[in-house]
């Protein structure tokens, strides 16, 4: 309204202006967004003076002045400039987003849009561009280093591998600790659904389906952190909400049509440094006779030094006789392939005057991964629309269909055939990858393997390489009535459907399933959410406003799925049901609804004190029918003392304190409450030596192994959260600082119980854990000079986990993986990573003297007891992010911090074990005394004796070192500082762009994920993880893929 | 004014009855369609004895051959050579744990509940599960020795069960056999074909308690012979398996996916070929010291001699690998053998215990075990049988009551081929043949004598032991 007045104004001024002061320099120019755009409605004001104009439908505006005059261009949402008028008669001005403006609106829960300053809690709104400054194909992984509050993580450089988020730390013992998906206020899902339950044998991480969103068509991004902000989504909060929001036409705005393209190369980041003078062998002896067969090998890395071989020549592993040993330094570098990827997407958009819009985008990403015939497709059509039905009656609709195509990802973790990191670390150095490359003969068996038990990697690569395809429908529609003054109506429907269809395949002739077999899994998950809300509006007198809004929730979501897995191959590569010996079918069907009904009363003094309460009640299909209802309140304030107290001061702009509290419930998962007998079409065995049942004709069930506390009721998460947010200097400086406790009590938790009581566990409300934490925003405009400026923006999170309670039990394993190696909750603690450590002295009592490892009568680390290891994560999080803009360029650059946490790594403890890593080359025959060891020769209590040993050889030391069974040696610490993102992009000034076709012209350079600093974890990116973005098992790496390093350009064009 | 009152009502009366249509569909949906809440009892059967049973026995049971020295791994891949070396994985003890507990007993419990339930006077199944459960017991105790028994598979009662000793589990468990077989003792419902054993022939299951009765009892006289002397007497004027046909034993079979699991780890990991495990030396040394026909059963010849490989040692040539006579797909696991029967009356007779002959039974002992290749594989003729039964190796008679005990301890090791447990068991109770200390063992000197209770139950369980003993420390029924 404001706008509108004072354009109309100033058009009046300017006319008056033009008569009596025609005589001076006439000026013109276009103002334009950042991304180029026109901006129809700038004000153009004279300073010091009340004339002006403002701009027109294309940006352009004309004002007579004089020179050393200064113009003044402002408009709502972006940041005011002043320009002194020079000579040029011409002045294009690219307005700038107002990062921190005040009057911005945020979306909040439910879709329901608040004003910034009237929050009560902490939120993170991150804008398109700054979200894909650097293009990811996984909108989570954008978010790296970006928001305060968040940990993201990616798991490996697999294709469309998964991203896992926490917010705000594990709200939950239970593994439901991913927050929410909301697109458009429509929840879609996030899974991360493996094959197998088992994710760490031979697991294959097909992603979190939140990358399935086009990262085009999100305008923005808004984490809600605190069970204040999500309160009103209910029961599914507790993790934290991920609000998206796609853009739109833009009101005022003719057809715009837009296109990108984005190329990039990708290479591994990080690869092992492996050591290049040692071929394969034992104990210094060349011990492969390939008429030994497989079996002549036995490790890869501790034969002789190369120097020594001068003129001897063996028999190679692929038959080839009298050849020289020769080390092949490149093997692991090579095989790895050049990796790509490119990103095109186009969009039509635009709106008329009566305010019907329209926006229409096609993306199509296509990425070739490092992984030798790995590669991901994806197709995104999206379309939404507003209509307008009549003065009472609005109407939305949106729409959109992903289809996504996996192929090659390679397996993670071990005891599985196409564990293809491990194959290819683990080669002996004097393996030729050369050969490789003829992985099949004439009749499709496998050649060219290296021996023992395993395959050529190129076989693995491309005869075994799994394909997924996913594809996706969600959207939504919605109906708003404004049925009377100050009343209105919205219902609103939303939909998300994926079938998700993998192929698994073992050809004939795979080392470790040489008779082949394969696996379908066909997915499909639904989501329904049905939404009707009223809000009332009222100002109840110049000082007061109150809103309030009722409303009710309908959600269900229904989970089947159908896996065959066919064992025992007759014809090679005819992977159907009739060709295998045996099938197992496997059904799965899971179903669950919610029903919301809530109220949410603001009530506005003077634009100054905004206090907000909610409640809302769910009923839950999950828990028993006398507990499944549950209400849960909320209620936050924000003060803005600047305004309340009338501060007017140059230093602080701008101030405002803000509190909330609230509780939000959460139920368990389908079908856990009745005890039932199942009928069972598999049985166990290790080393991949399952059966089916059918057992010689007879059908097998299996009694629940898992017990329901039949007085289950929710759990419940209180959260609490005080925070500032200050704007010093006119704003340039603007601090925004949080402190939170969340506790969740009665957490519903398998609690393990002895299976000597016949059951595994026993499903109950029973933990109790918090996280306290710290968040710091600072955005600060350091510079603004002309046509200069360089912002900063810096995040802090120091997150503090807590058991508080464990009931009965003293621990709690959450996810475990080989050798009792895991991640387990332990009270009073952080979460741990448990495992063997070395021995240790011991004092009479029996217990552990930390710093006193002990060696045997070789010199060897021993093996001791399983003992916590330490936290999984880090003590506190940063990130980094600066632009510089000058006139049309724009640098930016992103780095994110990580300070603590541990990290197991089988990858470097496998290279050292077998004498690949670097660090066991050298001098081999330097037998030294381990340093800081000692022997306890009298037992527990008895005197400890500084150990002078030397150890019996290189060989033992790292066996014992970086032993599979015993951990401590492979885990680190993972502190590290990614460079995660570097851009600069040129947008073409008006002036050359005007006698183009195009509208706007952007072109950039951008890298991602340059380079990791301050790591003490060798030869792997610390961040990588083995149990997918669905699981617990966090700082545990096993066979990933090397992630990736990106480097490439992008255009975006509008016309 | 009235207009818009009534809009409002009217909308509220919508809400008011959205909200309940919507409410009703919450409830009455969390029932899982494919799940069952009442089954017939016997279609638990084959998950107790495939899953509960024979793959602990079988597939982490493997390790045993090696630890029994009847095997010995060729090649060094971690999972076969680290039990060797008495390095046992946390995997194993867990899978036999939960195998055991969870799987078996568990689902046992829930067939004579159901039972009871549903057709109380088929008492025949109830004895049936109980044998069962004794079996599991005994298996259960001979790898941890105390473990829980009387509080055990009661969570209501107990849900963090105390450990008994392993002389309160054996003394309790012939008790457990006696209540099997009294409701065994006539004709009722029986389960038929979810019994993978016997098919519901109740005589045989008879027999397979009296046996499994035996056996205890004589593990129990290894300790305290004056205990138990009378129930070892009253226990062999029982039915007992004596011939092969009435061996307990879980038959895998050449149906897809239904064989057995060392077999396969041949079939998916080195082309159906046994690469893998070899002869170990105290076996093939005293089979060759008696020109042994199941050799030829048991191991293939190198160069017409059957050579050992020592315990812990990798990666050479030149040794005998187990048969494939031996490892092949329905390759059963025998839970008590006519043959090991015999040789229990032999001792039992020689030590005086029970009436008798010892040598009849020692002979019919030998007999017994070549005989149960009668069929399959590994066929030994009946010349050879008469070789071997007529050579000096084939009586007892005229021997010191020593050299005849060795004899029936070194014959009962022989004849338990296959069976890990059983071997290791009998050499930790007559401590026959010698064993040898493997290469790169981790127990200096001695041999391994248990294994530990998996952390799982360590960390669940309050009533679990504070500190476990370490594995070179023998079982109580040892006698040390």
Redesign the interface.
């Known amino acids: 309204m404001k706008t509108k007045f004072s354009g109309i104004l100033t058009l009046l001024l300017a006319f008056v202006v033009q008569l009596t002061f025609a005589q001076e320099k006439a000026i013109s120019g276009t103002v334009t967004d950042a991304s180029g755009l026109p901006l129809p409605g700038t004000t153009v004001l004279i300073k010091g003076t009340s004339s002006g104009t403002s701009s027109d439908f294309d940006g352009k505006y004309a004002i007579s002045t004089s020179q050393g005059a200064t113009l003044v261009f402002s408009f709502v949402g972006y940041e005011t400039q002043e320009i002194l008028i020079g000579s040029s008669d011409v002045i294009n001005v690219t307005m700038v987003d107002d990062a921190e403006s005040l009057e911005e609106v945020v979306v909040t829960a439910l879709g329901i849009e608040r004003n910034a300053k009237s929050l009560g809690y902490g939120v993170t709104t991150i804008k398109s561009e700054d979200l894909n400054e650097v293009r990811e194909t996984n909108v989570l992984a954008a978010l790296n280093g970006k928001s305060s509050g968040i940990l993201v993580t990616n798991q490996s450089g697999n294709v469309g591998g998964s991203t896992r988020i926490l917010i705000r730390g594990n709200s939950s013992l239970s593994g439901t600790v991913q927050p929410l998906f909301v697109v458009d206020g429509v929840p879609i899902s996030n899974a991360n659904t493996s094959t197998f339950t088992d994710r760490i044998t031979g697991g294959f991480d097909f992603g979190n389906r939140g990358q399935d969103i086009n990262p085009d068509d999100i305008d923005t991004v808004t984490i809600l952190k605190g069970a204040s902000a999500a309160a009103l989504y209910g029961s599914r909060a507790s993790g934290g909400v991920i609000i998206i929001t796609t853009k739109r036409g833009k009101q005022g705005q003719k057809a715009n049509i837009s296109f990108s393209t984005t190329f990039r190369f990708d290479n591994p980041l990080k690869l092992p440094d492996f050591q290049n003078e040692y071929i394969s062998g034992?104990d210094g002896e060349y011990?492969f006779d390939p008429a030994?067969?497989?079996?002549?090998q036995?490790t890869s890395g501790w034969g002789p030094n190369i120097n020594t071989l001068n003129g001897v020549t063996h028999t190679d592993a692929f038959g080839n006789e009298n050849t020289p040993f020769r080390i092949f330094k490149n093997g692991v570098e090579d095989f790895w392939q050049n990796a790509h990827t490119s990103i095109n997407s186009l969009s039509v958009s635009g709106a008329a005057d009566n305010g019907d819009d329209y926006r229409l985008s096609l993306s199509y990403t296509d990425q070739k991964g490092l992984v030798p015939t790995s590669g991901l497709n994806r197709t995104n059509l999206g379309f939404n629309a507003g209509k307008t039905l009549s003065d009472k009656l609005k109407s939305r609709f949106g729409i959109n269909y992903v289809r996504t195509n996996t192929v090659g990802t390679a397996a993670g973790g071990a005891n599985d055939p196409n564990v293809l990191t491990t194959i290819v670390n683990l080669l002996p150095r004097n393996i030729d990858f050369t050969p490789f490359d003829q992985d099949v003969d004439e009749f499709g068996n496998q050649i060219n393997d290296p021996g023992g038990?395993t395959n050529n990697p190129y076989f693995i690569a491309r005869q075994n390489a799994p394909k997924v395809s996913v594809q996706r429908f969600f959207g939504n529609a919605s109906l708003q009535w404004l049925?009377?003054k100050d009343f209105d109506?919205l219902g609103r429907a939303g939909y998300d459907t994926f079938t998700d269809t993998r192929f698994l395949q073992n050809s004939i002739g795979t080392?470790?399933?040489?008779?082949g077999g394969f696996t379908d899994d066909f997915i499909n998950q639904r989501e329904l959410t049905l939404d009707?809300i009223?809000t009332y509006n009222k100002d109840i007198n110049d000082d007061f406003n109150i809103t309030t809004r009722a409303g009710?929730q309908?959600n269900e979501r229904v989970f089947e799925r159908l896996r065959n897995t066919a064992?025992?191959l007759t014809v090679p590569e005819l992977f159907d049901p009739g060709n295998?010996?045996?099938n197992?079918l496997f059904?799965?069907?899971r179903?669950?609804?919610?029903?919301g009904?809530f109220g949410d009363l603001t009530v506005d003094y003077k634009n100054w004190l905004i206090l907000n309460a909610t409640g809302r009640n769910d009923?839950?299909?999950?828990l028993p029918?006398d507990a499944?209802s549950f209400f849960y309140p909320s209620v936050s304030l924000s003060w803005i003392f600047t305004d309340a107290l009338n501060i007017e001061s140059n230093v602080l702009t701008y101030g405002k304190l803000r509190g909330s509290w609230a509780e939000v419930g959460s139920d368990t998962n389908?079908?856990l409450?009745?005890?039932?007998?199942?009928?069972?079409t598999a049985?166990?065995?290790?080393?991949?030596?399952?059966?089916?049942?059918?057992?010689?004709?007879?059908?097998?069930?299996?009694?629940d192994?898992s017990?329901t506390n039949p007085a289950l009721k929710p759990s419940i998460q209180q959260n609490f959260e005080i925070g500032t947010e200050l704007g010093f200097l006119k704003n340039r400086i603007f601090v925004d600082l949080t402190y939170y406790k969340n506790n969740t009590t009665d957490d519903i938790i398998f609690v393990?119980?002895?299976?000597?009581?016949?059951?595994?566990s026993f499903l109950t409300n029973v933990a109790e854990v918090s996280n306290e934490g710290i968040e710091l925003q600072i955005n600060a405009k350091v510079i603004r000079a002309g046509n200069f400026s360089w912002d900063i923006d810096y995040n802090f999170t120091k997150n503090e986990f807590r058991v508080e309670d464990l009931g009965?039990?003293?621990?709690l394993?959450l996810a475990t993986e080989?050798?009792?190696l895991g991640v387990r909750a332990v009270e009073g603690k952080e979460l741990q990573l448990f495992g063997r450590r070395w021995a240790r002295a011991q004092d009479a009592d029996g217990n552990d003297i930390e710093n006193q490892i002990l060696v045997d009568e070789d010199g060897i680390r021993l093996d001791g007891n399983?003992e916590n290891l330490g936290n999984i994560a880090p003590d506190f999080t940063m990130g980094l992010t600066s632009t510089f803009k000058y006139k049309g360029w724009r640098l930016s650059t992103t780095f994110d911090y990580r300070e603590g946490g541990k990290v197991f790594s089988n990858t470097v403890g496998a290279l050292r074990r077998a004498g690949l890593a670097a660090e066991t080359g050298g001098d081999r025959t330097n037998l030294f005394v381990d340093p800081n060891t000692f022997t306890q020769p009298g037992g527990p209590g008895t005197e400890v004796i500084p150990n002078t040993t030397p150890i019996s050889s290189v060989q033992d030391y790292w066996g014992g070192f970086a032993s599979?069974?015993t951990v401590e040696g492979n885990v680190f610490d993972a502190t590290f500082i990614k460079w995660r993102e570097l851009s600069l992009t040129y947008t073409f000034p008006s002036s050359i762009i005007d006698r183009t076709p195009f509208k706007s012209l952007q072109i950039g350079a951008q890298a991602r994920n340059l380079a990791i600093f301050n790591s003490d974890v060798p030869h792997i990116d610390p961040e990588s993880g083995l149990g997918g973005s669905g699981s617990q098992l966090d700082g545990i790496e096993r066979g990933g893929i090397p992630s990736t390093s990106s480097y490439g350009f992008n255009l975006i064009a509008n016309f | 004014m009235k207009n818009i009152l009534i809009k409002q009502i009217g909308l509220i009366l919508l809400l008011v009855i959205a909200l309940n249509s919507c409410e009703d569909s919450i409830e009455g949906i969390n029932q899982d369609p494919l799940a069952a809440i009442n089954i017939d009892p016997a279609l638990l059967f084959p998950q107790v004895i495939v899953s509960g049973i024979s793959q602990p026995r079988t597939v982490e049971g493997n390790a045993v051959n090696m630890i029994a020295q009847q095997w010995s791994s060729i090649v060094g891949f971690g999972v076969f050579i680290n039990p060797e070396r008495y390095i046992i994985s946390p995997n194993t003890t867990n899978n036999l744990w939960i195998g055991n507990y969870t799987t078996g007993l568990r689902n046992l419990q829930q067939v004579r509940a159901l039972t009871e339930r549903d057709n109380p006077s088929a008492i025949n199944i109830i004895g049936q599960a109980k044998i069962l459960e004794a079996f599991i017991y005994l298996n259960t105790t001979l790898f941890f020795e105390d473990i829980p028994f009387n509080e055990a598979i009661q969570v209501q009662t107990f849900p963090n069960p105390n450990f008994d000793t392993q002389e309160t589990v054996l003394r309790a468990l012939p008790d457990l056999i006696d209540e099997g077989l009294e409701a065994l003792a006539t004709p009722t419902d029986i389960v038929e074909g979810g019994d993978l054993i016997y098919g519901g022939d109740r005589e045989n299951w008879i027999r397979f308690g009296n046996s499994l009765k035996l056996k205890i009892l004589m593990l129990i006289a290894n300790v305290d012979s004056a205990s138990v002397q009378a129930a070892i007497q009253s226990t062999a004027n029982q039915p007992l398996i004596s011939t092969p046909s009435q061996v307990a034993k879980l038959d895998y079979t050449l149906e897809p996916e239904n064989g057995n699991g060392i077999w396969k780890l041949l079939r998916d990991f080195n082309g159906s070929e046994n690469d893998f495990w070899g002869g170990g030396a105290a076996l093939l040394d005293i089979m060759n010291a008696n020109n042994d026909p199941r050799r030829a059963t048991y191991f293939d010849d190198v160069d017409g001699a059957y050579v050992p490989q020592l315990q812990g040692e990798t990666g050479r040539t030149g040794f005998s690998p187990v048969s494939l006579n031996i490892i092949r797909p329905e390759m059963p696991d025998i839970y008590a053998s006519a043959a090991e029967t015999n040789f229990y009356l032999a001792e039992a007779a020689l030590k005086g215990w029970i009436s008798g002959d010892a040598n009849t039974f020692y002979v019919a002992g030998i007999q017994a075990s070549l005989d149960f290749y009668d069929g399959i594989p590994g066929e030994i003729s009946a010349s050879d049988k008469t070789m071997y039964l007529s050579s000096p190796r084939g009586t007892i008679t005229g021997d010191s009551e020593a050299d005849a005990l060795r004899k029936i301890h070194e014959e009962i090791y022989i004849s338990n081929f296959t069976r890990g447990l059983e071997a290791w068991t009998n050499w930790r109770r007559n401590k026959v043949p010698n064993f040898e200390i493997p290469e790169g063992s981790i127990l200096g000197d001695e041999n391994i004598r248990r294994y530990n209770v998996p952390l799982s139950e360590l960390t669940t369980n309050p009533n679990a032991p504070q500190s476990l003993p370490a594995l070179d420390v023998p079982m109580w029924f040892e006698n040390e």
């Not at chain 1, 009923?619 to 999950?622: G, I, L, V």
């Not at chain 1, 049985?683 to 299996?702: E, I, R, S, V």
């Not at chain 1, 009965?808 to 621990?811: E, F, L, R, T």
């Open positions: 034992d011990d030994l067969g497989p079996n002549g036995v038990q049925a009377f109506i080392v470790g399933r040489e008779t009707l009223a009710m309908w064992t025992v295998a010996e045996a197992t059904k799965d069907f179903q669950r609804r919610i029903l009904v009923f839950s299909s999950t029918v499944n389908s079908f409450l009745d005890f039932t007998f199942n009928p069972d049985f166990f065995g290790q080393f991949g030596t399952d059966g089916t049942f059918p057992f010689d004709g007879q059908l097998a069930f299996n009694s192994a017990l393990p119980t002895p299976q000597t009581s016949g059951f595994s009965d039990i003293p621990s394993n080989f050798n009792g399983q599979a069974g």
